[in-house]
């Protein structure tokens, strides 16, 4: 086997592991209440050495996600109900521009976004990917606009709600199952001309589910940070 064919096969980094891992750590953490989490803590419950997850916490504090203190580790703020109204009013605001952009829709378009939406089906029972596939989905619109400086602040704005989202799928019984059918409305109405209407519902009832009360989690063994 040539060196090439053997570096073609290689899996991720332990920096990418390390980032997947506290990405999906942090997204599932309660949204009520700031976290410190230390590189020694996360190496230890990660199985990984600290260089990894220091490359992954400065990764990760370029998404907004943390902030890197001196002296104190990486401290995850909590989401406020003003941050959930600012990151939603914003959101509406884009994706109204793109969406309507987006029609008269090339049906290799709507069958992209029938692919990304049959992906999120499949992983309706795994909160962190299902959130991926829908950020996929919304991402696909904004880039089917055409414009880079509304597309990467549209990024900026959904590395906020990855914590946002995976609370609002567990806040609601059968979240998910209406964020598809939500989703699924949404190209049918790509489809037949005017989603205005369709991602508006979406949005609104994002917005609402974001707002319910945070289900009290039973007590674990949970260590200091949260980490278990």
Known sequence: MSSAQHVGRQGPSAQDLTYEWLKRHISELPRDGGVFLSESEVAQAAGTSRTPVREALLRLETEGLL????????????????????????????EDWCVQRVVPADPYFVRELERILGEQEKLIDDPVEFIDQDRAFHRAIVRQAGNPVLEEFYESLRERQIRMGVRALVSEE??????????????????????????????AGTLAVLRLPIPVERPGGHSVGGLS
């Open 67 to 94: 902030t890197i203190v001196p002296k104190k580790g990486a401290y995850i703020p909590p989401i406020s109900d003003s941050e959930i109204q600012a990151v939603m009013e914003a959101r509406g605001l884009v």
């Open 174 to 203: 059968n979240r998910a199952r209406t964020v598809l059918e939500e989703h699924a409305a949404i190209v049918r109405a790509i489809a037949a001309g005017d989603a205005c209407d369709a991602l508006a519902a979406h949005l």
